[in-house]
């Protein structure tokens, strides 16, 4: 095993130096922090050496060559890392590799290049994979992160929290009212190109044109505060999502033997939403339609009948812009009986094949606007998914709609993706059940369904309407008994036997399992998954045999996952399946 040392180092002797003799050889008296200290002179008397503060060791690898490495300055643990590095080094000689430690002297960047690969072997866009690779390479330049071992979850959070916060905004010069583009790129630290474009979105408006165009002062300290502030936790989350994701892929590949940013957690982004999204009520989405249709400009390639059907079709679909660039004809199915389309697996964001149904009035418009059009030629090419927002903006300003209105946390934004956000709200609105949003959009869970369901005041005010009337009557007893309630268009559906649903069979109340149940026991057959007990076992829970059954076609409460009414039917108490019946 190599033994630890100190290197040592040399320095002149101070003016003062007092020379003792030490073990037969010369040595200099100093003071280091207020303790005597004796360091060796050099042999020509004009230095001392001053040995290092950690210990290294000179090791021999597994092919004979002697390298230096730093140790600690612990003596014990230096020496635990030589007997460490010589076991290791004969393992190597012996055959016994660890793929881990041949990774760990390659650079992450090298190993980024590899992840890069995999991603497009996995079948990512482009677009994606340079977003990842870009995201993750800052943050390792942020942190310095080179090697595997310098991957740290603290370091990588400390770094993420300093971009999120707040910085003073550029000072201004004095006495100038207005400024060249140039100027302010130069002033705020980016290009003229970020200039023009923040302007933009921010309805900031510039004099002049061309060279002489110059931007207000009051314009340029709006930019001044936008550029200040700190970024926001969507913008930090997606830093974390694609630092972890190479981290996991280095464990899986055994490049690294533990994922060092684990630890590292998603931020709330509820807490400070940059780009509140809202959705686009039904009249404003006629306008916009109508608008866009009689539009004589062309945007990105796409005139206005174009952008008008792309519009049409993606609030009738809820496709992502992606999804939309890239349909052709040929996905599109329009006969009357059920329309569709078919989004193919590789531009679906689950990338899973969909097929969506079609409103009848979309299909409709379809059906004139893509005749003639090539089966396989894009049906909405051109480069507008880039500024598919921008397109829409200038749309919704042609129709008198507001791109921005003040919500409750502050502004919420009509972009192009509101349009899949007015999908799902019109569709939760028109009494769509939440699990059924959440196939047509293509969701894993129903609460990622739920968070593009814009509920407002309105929608819970007429919710609370159906409840019935709890005040009671003028004539009615001290009881409080026979209170008066609401009509609520079941009226007419009278039961046979008292307590009973509206509409269930006679004899169907019991008093084990309750009426509501009883009642729909009796008009579908039952099959009870937990016990399997059959239908006429249960049926001899109730108090009376069925007397009717439902025709075939009764069928809407029957389906699986269909959210029935009322939601108690769908309680861990009753594991049941429906199912209609025979006609009998």
Not at 279 to 293: G, I, K, Y
Request: contains cysteine; charged residues 25%; proline residues 6%.
């Amino acid at each position: 095993m190599p033994k630890p040392f100190k290197p040592t180092r040399p320095f002149p002797l101070p003016p003062d130096a007092v020379i003792v003799q030490h073990e037969g050889k010369p040595h200099v008296r100093m003071k280091e922090r207020g303790k005597p200290v004796l360091y060796r002179v050099t042999k020509d008397g004009r230095k001392y050496l001053r040995p290092a503060k950690s210990w290294y060791i000179d090791h021999r690898d597994s092919s004979g060559t002697v390298r230096r490495v730093k140790g600690f300055t612990d003596l014990k643990a230096t020496e635990q890392l030589a007997a460490e590095l010589a076991r290791n080094a004969e393992r190597r000689a012996a055959g016994f590799t660890d793929a881990t430690d041949e990774h760990a002297r390659r650079l992450l960047a090298e190993h980024l290049q590899d992840y890069a690969a995999a991603l497009h072997g996995k079948g990512d866009t482009a677009e994606h994979v340079r977003k990842t690779i870009a995201l993750v390479s800052a943050l390792h330049s942020g942190c310095g992160f080179v090697f595997s071992k310098d991957v740290d979850a603290a370091k990588a959070a400390e770094w993420l929290t300093k971009l999120r916060r707040d910085d003073r905004p550029v000072e201004l010069p004095m006495g100038v009212d207005q400024f060249a583009p140039k100027k302010v790129a130069a002033l705020l630290g980016v290009t003229c190109s970020a200039v023009r474009v923040n302007m933009k979105r921010r309805g900031l408006i510039a004099t002049g044109a061309g060279k002489a165009r110059l931007i207000p002062r009051g314009a340029v300290e709006v930019l001044a505060l936008a550029a200040a502030r700190g970024m926001g936790p969507q913008q930090a989350n997606h830093y974390t999502r694609a630092a972890k994701g190479f981290t996991r892929w280095m464990t899986r590949t055994r490049r690294l033997r533990a994922n060092p940013l684990e630890t590292l957690s998603l931020l709330n982004t509820a807490s400070d939403v940059r780009h509140a999204r809202r959705e686009l009520a039904a009249d404003e989405l006629r306008a916009l339609l109508t608008a866009t249709r009689a539009s004589k400009c062309t945007i990105r390639g796409l005139a206005g009948t174009d952008r008008y059907m792309l519009y049409l079709v993606a609030a009738g679909t809820g496709f992502r812009a992606n999804a939309l660039a890239n349909l052709t004809s040929a996905d599109f199915y329009l006969d009357a009986a059920g329309p569709t389309v078919t989004l193919s697996a590789r531009f679906a964001k689950n990338r899973r094949t969909k097929v969506q149904p079609l409103p009848a009035d979309v299909a409709s418009a379809l059906r004139g606007y893509l005749t003639g059009k090539p089966a396989n030629a894009l049906v909405w090419g051109g480069t507008w998914r880039a500024k598919a927002a921008e397109m829409l903006r200038a749309d919704l300003e042609a129709a008198g709609i507001e791109y921005a209105v003040e919500g409750p946390d502050g502004p919420m934004h009509a972009d192009f993706h509101s349009l899949r956000h007015s999908f799902l709200t019109l569709g939760g609105r028109s009494g769509i059940d939440l699990r059924t949003l959440q196939e047509l959009a293509g969701h894993s869970t129903p609460t990622l369904t739920a968070r593009y369901m814009h509920v407002r005041l309105r929608d819970t005010a007429g919710a609370v309407d159906k409840l019935p009337n709890l005040v009671p009557s003028a004539g009615a007893d001290s009881s409080g008994m026979q209170l008066p309630l609401r009509h609520t268009g079941t009226e007419g559906a009278k039961s046979a036997v008292p307590g009973a649903v509206p509409g269930a069979v006679p004899g169907a109340v019991t008093g084990g399992i309750g009426p509501h149940r009883t009642a729909l026991m009796y008009t579908f057959g039952i099959v009870d998954r937990s016990s399997g007990r059959s239908e006429e076992t249960l049926e001899k829970l109730g108090s009376g045999a069925p007397q009717h059954r439902p025709a075939p076609n009764c069928t809407e409460w029957g389906l699986r996952d269909s959210n029935p009414e009322p939601s108690d039917y769908e309680s861990p108490a009753l594991t049941v399946e429906l199912r209609p019946l025979a006609n009998s």
